[in-house]
């Protein structure tokens, strides 16, 4: 494969993107990140899935809290406390800076993607990580109780409330970020990283027609449902009160029309024949570097494979 | 005395403000602040005079670096660094999060002195910290190399350039804080804190006839020259690149026609026959608690027998 496209959102994905980094140079693999979940927040310009990815290609990310960087520090974030200031979202002193470089680069006139550049760079990532677009797009979760900003709703109210479904203010305004226009003519695969479907990659797919160039190419996704229940964040629960099965079968529905290949977990395996379109299992949990390298493996060997046939 | 209002500036102010909130009650002092070093960084509004005398009434001021907050840690701005941000005004992480809070009250609409109360109270300050004015006053200094914002000479320049002369860009709009315009119709005698008299107290004299009024006043000046030498601060520099002699003597002609007293080291008390005001001498370098409270009273002391006479 020559040219890889990876869909991202947060932590569980840039596990797979980790592996992928690592087997693919800058010229084969570029990452397209969700910004569905950026807000604005004490003035800062807060992007925490293109965070979380750059903290993961950095090797920089927080393996003790699970998210936010390595060797981080509260002191800021319990001043802001003492000082009556809004501390429901938990800003590492280490993180703040970079929401403040990133804010300051907007300021100044560049686009999210040159800020996100500039903070690639300095953190010694030598792939390009794109923000799915430039322009604000919000995600928006429809809650029994009302709808909430996603990140009220993930981090303050911390997936509390009963999902009714999702909007994604902007959408429909949002240019795709030219990098991936471009990338996407060169394009010979896609990967979707087990990232939230709903949250993660739908606000994707429904950019500025991007789900339906994906469409003309070879296309895997990988399950982040494993064993009936969400490795990472609030995927399992939202399919549970969505009424759908929890499940990695229903995944693969939701992905349906769009996808040419599917990967399970092995401990799923007995699900392959419920799964319409091809689909292998392999070990999808990933815990060491090796284990984000042998699924990273796994899946372009997949997408070779259904590129061929 | 019933009501005082204290003139300061910075970190060398506060050390006797410090001292005269230990003996006079929130209701018999308030203070006036040098709001003219305040500058917009980062995305924050930065008040360092307000903050120094923040700091330095909750006993809180950092004693190891002579600036900023105690116990502070350096984990965002040593990250901002690395990511190419800004990084020549040293921000620690707790006094980051004061900033952060003032700036996001005056996004929310509140005035300088709303967010200064709020954040003094959550300190457990119970004196008025009044910034001079609401509205901006940027102090900009005149150097021979052309003009500097103050904090781009006080601190990322170090105060090497040669100083030629100072303005205060706004001082003709700005409004006096009505928290000192009531206070002024009550009060009954003036203390200027040993602060720099060209860019901590003539921003104040200067601004919206307050220095008319203060003459009205009895006023005591505490010199921040002691023995040729600036306790803290450029004030000497500066006083030797204006041309004039870098003594307690030049100061007091500075204050002429304000002061009706004026306070000098008890190492400069043979300079007392060169100042043409009532002047005492008396130790006024601020090591510890009790010197700010030994100090104070001298002060005050001054001042009622002024007023008496």
Chains 1, 2 share one sequence.
């Not at 990310?61 to 501390?87: H, K, M, V």
């Not at 695969?189 to 950019?207: A, E, K, M, T, Y």
Request: net charge negative; glycine share 8%.
């Amino acid at each position: 494969m020559a040219k890889i496209l990876a869909l991202t959102g947060g932590v569980g994905g840039a596990k797979l993107a980790v592996g992928l980094a690592q087997i693919l140079a800058p010229h084969e693999l570029l990452f397209a990140v969700n910004t569905g979940d950026d807000f604005e927040h004490l003035g800062l310009h807060i992007s925490p899935d293109i965070d979380s990815l750059t903290y993961a290609l950095a090797l920089q990310n927080n393996t003790e809290t699970g998210w936010g960087r390595a060797g981080e520090s509260w002191n800021f974030i319990e001043t802001l406390s003492s000082l009556g200031g809004e501390d429901w979202f938990r800003l590492g002193d280490k993180d703040l800076a970079l929401h403040t470089v990133r804010s300051q680069l907007l300021r100044n006139g560049a686009s999210l993607t040159e800020a996100t550049a500039r903070i690639t760079q300095h953190m010694g990532i030598s792939h390009t990580v794109a923000p799915m677009s430039n322009d604000p797009v919000r995600t928006i979760v429809r809650c029994d109780q009302g709808d909430l900003a996603f990140q009220h709703y993930f981090v303050r109210e911390r997936c509390a409330p009963k999902v009714t479904g999702f909007r994604f203010d902007g959408i429909h305004q949002a240019r795709l970020n030219p990098l991936l226009t471009d990338w996407l003519s060169e394009c010979d695969g896609v990967i979707i990283c087990p990232s939230n479907p709903f949250v993660s990659v739908d606000p994707l797919l429904q950019l500025d027609g991007f789900g339906d160039v994906l469409k003309t190419l070879p296309v895997v996704a990988v399950s982040p449902i494993v064993g009936g229940i969400a490795i990472k964040g609030p995927a399992a629960k939202m399919m549970q009160e969505l009424n759908m099965p929890a499940t990695a079968v229903a995944v693969a529905d939701h992905y349906r029309g769009l996808i040419n290949g599917f990967v399970i977990d092995e401990n799923d395996k007995h699900l392959i024949e419920q799964i319409d379109v091809p689909t292998i299992s392999t070990p999808s949990v990933m815990v060491t570097l090796q284990d984000r390298i042998d699924l990273a493996k796994a899946c372009v060997n997949f997408l070779t494979t259904l590129s061929a046939s």
